[in-house]
């Protein structure tokens, strides 16, 4: 690499020049993978959550009680979990952009197979298929992202690939709601052609994943040999004894246990409210049109403070107490709808809860790879996730038993607060544990 290091004649010094070569790299990586993998993540999440808007007309069709809906929109998580190391590893020995692509296509075909549930059980079941073949997306993408950004710019491409979460409510809301109103074709129902038309585009986004990515930076021909030098060097930064490179003691570290149990409440409150809000607002007595309206002004939100916050931690460090803040604020935003029965307050405290939850993902998952790497990382990513994603299957269905038992929303909205509180103080105990060293 050759360099000019003339000083004050207005020619780049060495170090100025070598930093422009690592901005050009960074600014290469991100355009070719973050819009790509930004797509694939709204779909993902959108073909996760849209079976509540399909509860609106749905639950009458089959006859599903809100125990019954609360068990299948939960129980995806059952195979999620149950595949989600094996799916990671699986990636790790594969590559991420053979196993992500099949990863998509096999989701996107469950997602549309789900238009042809005919009561409980087969509801049950094409949940709990989606959930398999779901499983590994979101940790195999951040491990891929580790793979390609340094440790100083992964919370900002992290936060970025976050941005599915809102965006696909956002997207999600008014286009759900509109198939529903629209009543389906050939015969079927809204909500089956809702199915369809939201799971499809996962197959075909999945063949653009295989053609687009790259499984390590060696392979990266876009980038020019001396921004591939430049890169393999910050990759470098902060790896050292410290390291953990074998899945075993990966498992065992306190550090991934606490982040697995973080993310589990805050994926119950967050996930858990997120599903039955739909129903929420239709219970002030609210049409589906409106409904489509108002439930897009949370990740609306969520989409300001994810960006701003990720903006406020890439510049300022102290993720573990940024997480422990969202956590805490997510919790006093169920705390407030639950306790007022008013539309205008339940909104502000649910659109509290999404802005932080979603915020407090965007933060998460830049922590572990700051400890972890190769299989330790791959292992890592996919236990926190998977013990982290149980809070997807029980908080459904919690709100679901308590909904029945008490014929209102409040009981499981304060549950589900409770878990976040829980989060709030497990991430203010793993400070110690990580921002201390």
């Known amino acids: 690499m050759q360099v000019e290091s003339i000083g004050r004649n207005g020619v780049h010094t060495a170090q100025e020049a070598r930093t422009e070569i690592q901005r050009s790299a960074l600014r290469k990586n991100t355009w070719r993978f973050m819009p790509l993998l930004l797509v694939a993540f709204i779909i993902n999440y959108l073909d996760r959550t849209s079976v509540g808007y399909a ?12 125990a019954q809906f609360g068990w ?21 020995h594969y590559g991420a952009r053979r196993w992500l692509a099949r990863i998509m296509i096999t989701w996107g075909l469950a997602e549309a197979a789900t238009s042809l549930v005919q009561g409980p059980t087969s509801f049950y079941i094409m949940r709990f298929l989606l959930g398999v073949a779901e499983a ?27 941005l599915g979460i809102p965006l696909s409510a956002i997207i999600g809301a008014p ?40 499984n390590k930076p060696e392979d990266a021909h876009w980038l020019t040999p001396d921004e591939r030098t430049e890169l393999a060097q910050m990759l470098n930064e902060g ?19 606490m982040l697995a149990a973080i993310q589990c409440g805050f994926v119950l409150g967050g996930y858990g409210v997120g599903v039955w809000l739909p129903q929420i607002l239709r219970g002030h007595g609210l049409r589906l049109s409106e409904i489509g309206l108002l439930a897009t002004i949370p990740p609306l939100a969520s989409a300001c403070v994810l960006l701003t916050w990720s903006y406020v931690v890439t510049l300022r460090g102290r993720p573990v107490t940024n997480l422990a803040i969202m956590c805490l604020i997510g919790g006093i935003g169920l705390a407030l ?44 990513l996919a236990f926190i996730n998977s013990i982290g994603t149980l809070g997807g299957f029980a908080g459904p269905y919690i709100i679901g038993i308590l909904k029945e038992t008490t014929g209102a929303f409040s009981a499981g909205i304060w549950a589900m607060s409770g878990f976040l509180f829980v989060s709030a103080i497990l991430a203010a105990v793993l400070v ?6």
């Open 55 to 66: 509860a609106l007309t749905m639950n009458s069709d089959l006859r599903l009680t809100p």
């Open 72 to 92: 299948g929109a939960g129980i995806l998580f059952a195979g999620y979990c149950f595949f989600e190391i094996p799916s990671n590893l699986a990636l790790h």
């Open 136 to 162: 590994g997306f979101f940790p195999g993408a951040t491990l891929f992202l580790s793979c390609w950004f340094p440790p100083r710019e992964r919370v900002r491409v992290q936060a970025l690939f976050a």
């Open 175 to 214: 286009l759900s709601t509109s198939i529903l109103r629209w009543g389906g074709f050939a015969g079927m129902h809204g909500w089956q052609a809702m199915f369809i038309i939201e799971g499809l585009p996962a197959v075909l986004v999945g063949f653009v994943v295989y053609a687009v990515l790259r």
């Open 239 to 257: 790896t050292g004894q410290h390291i953990k490179k074998d899945l075993t003691s990966a498992l065992k570290d306190p550090r991934v246990l």
């Open 337 to 380: 709808a639950a306790h007022f029965n008013s539309l205008g307050v339940v909104m502000l405290g649910i659109t509290l809860t999404s802005a932080s939850t979603i915020s407090a993902v965007g933060i998460l998952w830049t922590i572990p790879t700051t400890f972890l790497s190769e299989r330790a990382a791959a292992g890592g």
């Open 432 to 437: 110690r544990l990580v921002e201390s060293k």
